[in-house]
Structures are given as C-alpha cells and as structure tokens.
C-alpha cells in the first residue's frame, strides 16, 4: 500500500476550450489533512471535482488509492466513491428527511445492517460532533454551522478513507468556524483518514492543515507546510494570506482607461 | 437589412435544433428511469412515499373539482336533454362524458398543476441545494433513489385519481339531477348501468388516465432534474412542466380518443 492516498500528476482540465488546471501536480499523504487555496474562480472547485471523479481529466492521471479516477466506468467509480466523503459548501442535506434519517442515509443504502445496529452508528456519528440531541430535527431547523456539522457525520457514516471539503468555513460565525476547523482535524485523525480541503479562509485553515497547495490561474502557484507558507515573500501568498486589496491578484476587473470611459480625456 | 434577416433564419434553426435536442435528452432520461427502476419497486415503501405525496395530497382538489363538474353536468345536461323529453337518461349523459373525457382530462390537467409542479420544484431544489450531486458523491444513484420512485408512485396515483374524479362527478349529477331537479332515480342509475360499457369506456379512460400519468410525470422530472440550479431556472421549469403537460395532456387526448372510438 503506497503512501500517497492521492497522487496527481501532470493534470490539466478543460472545460470545452477553456483551460481551467494547467499541469497540476499534487499528492495527498495518507492521514494528512491537505488545504488547497486560491481565489474565487482559480480552478480550485473543479480540482475538487476532478478527485470525486465528477468530472475526468483533459490529460494527466490522478491516482486515488492507487486507482486512476479518470479511467473507472460508472460501477468501478461508485465502489470507490463508497470509501469517500464529500462535504460540500452548505451542508447538501436531504431536506426532506430528519437530521438522524440523513446520516442513516448511506447505510440503508449500501449496508444490510440491522435497524438497531444503524441506530448505534447513526448516533456515534452525531456524537462525534456534537449533535446526537439534533437527531429528531428537520434540516430546515438547523443554523448554517450545525447542518455542516451534520452533513461532515453523514459524509462519515461509511468511514470513508478520504474526505474532500468544499469551502468548509464559508458563511459561518467565529464560533462555527472554530468548531469546524477542529473537528475536520480530530476526525482525520481518530478515523485515520485523509482530508483534503477547498477553501480560502486562511486563518483558520493555517491552524489545523499540514500540507498547503495555491492555485492561482490553473497552475499550483506555491506549496509547503503552514509555517512556510506564513514566512512566504512570494507576492501572491503574501497578498493572500494578509488579505491585501492589491497585489498580483487586482482589485479592478480590467477595463479602459478610468478618464476614456468618464469623457474626461483631452 | 440581409444580415437581420438571415440572422433571424438562424435563430428560428438554433431553436429548432435545440428543441429537437432536448426531446432526445428527455427521451433517454425516459429510458434511463425505466432501467433505473429495478430498486424501487424491491424497496416499495419508496413508492408508497410517493404515492402520499402526488396522490394522496392532490385529493382534496380532485374530489372538489370532480364534484362540482359532476354538478355542472347535472343542470346543463338536464337543460338540453328536457328540450327533447329525455331527461331521464341525465345518468348516461353525466357518467359517459366523465369516464370518457372529463374524468381523465380534468383529472389529468388539476394533476400537472397541482403534483407535476410539485415534483419539477422538488427536484429543482434538490439539484440547486446539491442534493443530487452529495447523492451522487455518495454512490447513490440519483435516477433509481429519487427519480424513479417519483415516476411510479405518479403513475399509480393518476388513474386512481381520474377514478375517484369520475366517481365525485356522478354523486355531483346525482345530487343535482335526482335529489335537486328531481329526475326519477331509478332510471338515472339503471340507464347509467346500461349504457356505460366496461371495454369501451370505462377501460379506455383507465388507459388514457395512465398514458396522462406517464407524460405528465415524465416532463415534470425531466424539467426539475434539466433546470438551470438558480431561482429563476427552477421557476421557469416549474411553469414549463404546466403549460407543457397541460399541452401534452390535451394532444394526447386527441390522439387516443380518435383511436379509441374510431367504429362508434
């Protein structure tokens, strides 16, 4: 068994003829929990895809367990999809079932196990974070922070090997956020699993992630372990992780000169 | 002036094209449903869940609406039949025109409204919300777990809802023709007896009803499961599945009607 859960090499993605990933090069450890950032619109969603096996790549291979995503058939794709987790942005819970019947969801589905038997696990999951007394409520009565909590036990029910995060900090309060951010790290490592997470909330991701990847513009544009990326001089980093208006990433959406478009030149 | 006109001319090609397109995609969705359908129908509690919520829900403004046609059919059939002295075959006149036509039809249009809506917009919210992807994120298979419970359990409702539409419509003339009017009882029940044929009519209405069910059903997943994931792509779709059933419903009607009673 290779080290490496997630192995990519040489990755480009197109959408049509846009090119979205220029020769992506990544690898994932195993029980690591990996963060890819960038700003809006830099291909990193479609990375994300790209491992799901949502979406197959242009050229290049990406290896998940030593598996090629891109080559499986549908069947092939949905065993291994068995043995992973996705949260996505806002939760994607089954609105028309309760907090309990969602995290059972994956185990009516493909186990036979006893009802009694899906009880116990359905609440070892809730309790692993914190919601085994939410069981009985609807999604809808859920606040923004406890539905992703509840989607991260669904997406844990199967005790997947990976679990892909798709903006896992987007839209929550401080509290939220902090509580997320730990619970991704302590389940990675109590379920000796591997993380990979989409996001561009630095602050919060620095604290708990070992390994950092940008993207910027379809290509990996820095990498290396938080502390490298805090002590980064690259303009990019340093413009992401300080949150600066200008940098290499501009604030103005390019455009005419400012006095053309006013009527103002001579 | 040239330039506007051919531009035109391709626009009108454009949206053929792409009409004839989607026809194609909604028909392989059709196809997909039925080889999809396997699961549901082992793990039939999926459908019973259905069958509540487009058959049981939609009972309230089917019986309503059957028993007000009926009654309709009452008075003005009893205006025309009195003119010819036949007011006792009120019976024939109010159950051969629900089982025939209005049953299936009326039935049929209050159905796209009320649960073929329902179903495009559930579905619609489920794709904009990420439903279907976490579904698919979680090897499920979003066509055998949501799709095709939601076809069966419609199509099982509708023929039963055309029955019971019928079946009100003629305690509807009952109750203004005998009890209101006045017509003679015995003969509004014993003419209706004789002259409603099982094959004929009751038979063939029960099949126009399933015919309406499946397109019905079918356009409305097809329009939830296709719209764009915004607000605006779920209501447009949700009115495209009415105006499209509707329309669907009614050209159908035709088709098998003219098949149906060809000899009579």
């Known amino acids: 068994m290779s080290d490496n859960l997630i192995e990519i090499r040489d990755l480009s993605f197109a959408y049509g003829r846009k090119l979205v990933l220029k020769g ?46 891109g080559r499986l058939d549908q069947d092939a794709l949905y065993r291994l999809r068995r043995r992973m987790g996705m949260l996505f942005q806002f939760g994607a819970l089954f609105t028309d079932m309760s907090v309990f019947e969602n995290v059972a969801f994956q185990l009516r589905e493909h186990t036979d196990l006893p009802e009694e038997m899906i009880r116990d696990l359905v609440f070892m999951k809730l309790n692993a974070v914190g919601l085994r007394g939410a069981h009985e409520l609807m999604p809808s009565e859920l606040s923004g922070g406890m539905a992703r909590r509840v989607a991260l036990a669904r997406s844990i029910a199967l005790d997947p090997m990976l679990i892909i995060y798709d903006e896992p900090f987007a839209g929550l309060d401080p509290i939220s956020l902090g509580v997320t951010g730990n619970l991704i790290r302590r389940l990675t490592d109590t379920l000796g699993m591997t993380s990979i997470v989409v996001t561009h909330d630095v602050q919060e ?17 820095a990498q290396g372990t938080p502390a490298e990326i805090k002590a980064s001089d690259l303009p990019y980093v340093h413009q992401f992780v300080h949150g600066e208006e200008n940098g290499p990433v501009p604030f103005h959406y390019p455009a005419p000169d400012y006095a053309l478009d006013l009527g103002l030149a001579a | 002036m040239i330039e506007a006109l051919i531009e035109n001319v391709r626009g009108i090609g454009r949206r053929t094209i792409d009409r004839v397109w989607r026809m194609g995609v909604a028909a392989h969705f ?17 459908i019973i869940r259905e069958i509540f919520s487009a058959g049981v829900l939609s009972l309230i403004i089917i019986l309503v609406s059957g028993l007000f046609v009926g009654m309709v059919l009452g008075l003005q059939g009893y205006e025309t039949l009195q003119t010819y002295g036949a007011e006792e075959s009120l019976g024939v006149l109010v159950s051969l025109s629900l089982v025939r036509e209005l049953g299936p039809v009326v039935a049929a249009l209050l159905f796209a409204s009320r649960a073929g809506s329902a179903i495009t917009a559930e579905i619609g919210l489920m794709k904009a919300t990420e439903q279907i992807a976490a579904m698919e994120m979680m090897a499920v298979d979003p066509i055998a777990r949501v799709v095709a419970p939601r076809f069966w359990g419609a199509v099982i409702s509708m023929p039963l809802l055309a029955a019971l539409f019928s079946a009100m419509g003629v305690l509807g003339g009952y109750l203004v023709g005998v009890v209101l009017i006045g017509v003679d009882a015995g003969s509004f029940w014993s003419q209706m007896q004789a002259a409603v044929d099982f094959k004929e009519d009751v038979l063939n209405g029960v099949i126009k009803s399933v015919v309406f069910g499946v397109a019905i059903t079918i356009i409305a997943l097809f329009e939830g499961y296709d719209a764009p994931p915004t607000a605006e792509g779920v209501s447009r779709a949700t009115t495209r599945t009415v105006v499209t059933s509707s329309l669907a419903i009614l050209g159908l009607d035709f088709v098998l009607t003219a098949f149906m009673f060809r000899g009579v």
């Open chain 2, 30 to 46: 059709f196809v997909l449903v039925f080889l999809h359908s396997g699961p549901s129908f082992r793990r039939f509690h999926l």
């Open chain 1, 24 to 69: 992506i090069n990544l690898t994932a450890h195993r029980g690591q929990v990996i963060a890819i950032m960038g700003n809006s619109g830099c291909g990193k969603t479609t990375l994300l895809r790209l491992i799901g096996g949502a979406l197959k790549p242009t050229s290049g291979s990406l290896l998940v367990d030593g598996v090629d995503i």
């Open chain 1, 205 to 221: 991701s620095l604290k708990m992630v070992d390994y950092v990847y940008f993207v910027s513009e379809g290509v990996i544009v």
